[in-house]
């Protein structure tokens, strides 16, 4: 088969090449899938550049990149019913912890993480789907549904920030979110959102209060949890929830413990490779049920063929796309 591969961290074009290797076979309670279409998150390139130790693989060998991604599955191994050769599925957690991710023709993986993509889905929209549209669902609705609540979304032109927007405004809540220009903002407002911050020109936690009328925020989601905190505690109400998912430019942040305690604030951290069995569970259905019936919009930044893998991790690093990028496999 045909591979996107990397045998050690490194800047995209100096690691990455692309060749034949051996096709992989599906073991006992795995499905082989053939991929069409494989997204490079930002968490693919991270891996892939070393800046997440522990978890980057480097123990393997040879890597083959990225979590997500779409295709049909091609075979099945031992104990998984044979029913499911020819379905279409979206794949999550393709590389998380295992040396062979979706940037192949082929991947082998358990059967759970093949999940059945509706036929009113493409592969597109389907590989768009694991990190993103997952962690945005985790991020809103274990703590109890958002509707009737006013909710914050910071970095609303982001990958995860889209879905986030979309499904608070379909459970019927208020939702502001940041951006850093007017075009993003007409973006974010494209997806569903009520009001738009500009954090490069406006103070934000004055910018909320005056935006709510003083109310303030029931729950936040959050991408950058060391630079927004202090603002976050500052408009938070009683009981309010903020759960983050990145904390990039501050590792370890400092809280203001006394603000949080005293409006009884939830903190809760999430990292959609590691969601249990049940929020899941809750995740895949609720997004199997927004495919078939097209209520999410999946906004794709650029397709890029295998040949071109290069380019694509270096425009997720650039940080100025509006979308996920995808590789579509031959």
Request: overall charge negative; some cysteine.
């Amino acid at each position: 088969m045909k591979a996107a591969y990397y045998e050690r961290p490194g800047p995209a074009r100096d690691v990455l090449t692309i060749g034949d290797l051996p096709d992989p076979v599906a073991g006992p309670g795995e499905v082989l899938v053939r991929v069409a279409v494989s997204s490079v998150h930002p968490s693919d390139v991270k891996l892939r550049a070393g800046g997440r130790p522990g978890v980057d693989g480097i123990g393997y060998p040879r890597i083959v990149p990225h979590s997500d991604g779409a295709g049909t599955i091609e075979a099945v191994g031992e104990g998984i019913d044979p029913g499911r050769v020819g379905q279409r599925v979206w794949l999550w957690n393709g590389q998380w912890q295992r040396s062979h991710g979706t940037c192949a023709e082929l991947i082998a993986l358990p059967e759970a993480q093949a999940v059945p993509l509706p036929n009113a889905a493409s592969f597109a929209d389907g590989a768009c789907m694991g990190i993103p549209a997952m962690t945005a669902h985790a991020c809103l609705f274990p703590e109890g549904s958002p509707k009737g609540k006013t909710v914050l979304v910071t970095g609303g032109a982001g990958a995860v920030s889209i879905y986030a927007i979309q499904m608070a405004k379909a459970a019927g809540a208020r939702v502001l979110t940041t951006v850093s220009s007017e075009g993003k903002a007409d973006y974010a407002r494209i997806m569903g959102a009520d009001h738009t911050i500009d954090y490069r020109r406006e103070n934000v936690a004055e910018a909320i209060m005056a935006a709510t009328d003083g109310y303030g925020i029931d729950h936040a989601v959050d991408l950058e949890f060391g630079s927004n905190i202090d603002a976050l505690a500052d408009v938070m109400r009683p009981n309010g929830a903020i759960v983050a998912y990145g904390s990039a430019a501050a590792r370890e942040p400092a809280l203001p413990f006394y603000t949080l305690m005293f409006k009884r604030v939830t903190v809760r951290t999430e990292l959609v490779y590691l969601l249990p069995d049940a929020p899941r569970a809750e995740g895949i259905a609720y997004l199997t049920d927004a495919l078939e019936r097209g209520t999410l919009k999946h906004a794709v930044a650029a397709e890029m063929p295998l040949d071109d893998v290069v380019a694509a991790h270096e425009l997720v690093e650039g940080g100025n796309r509006r979308g996920c990028v995808l590789i579509t496999l031959p």
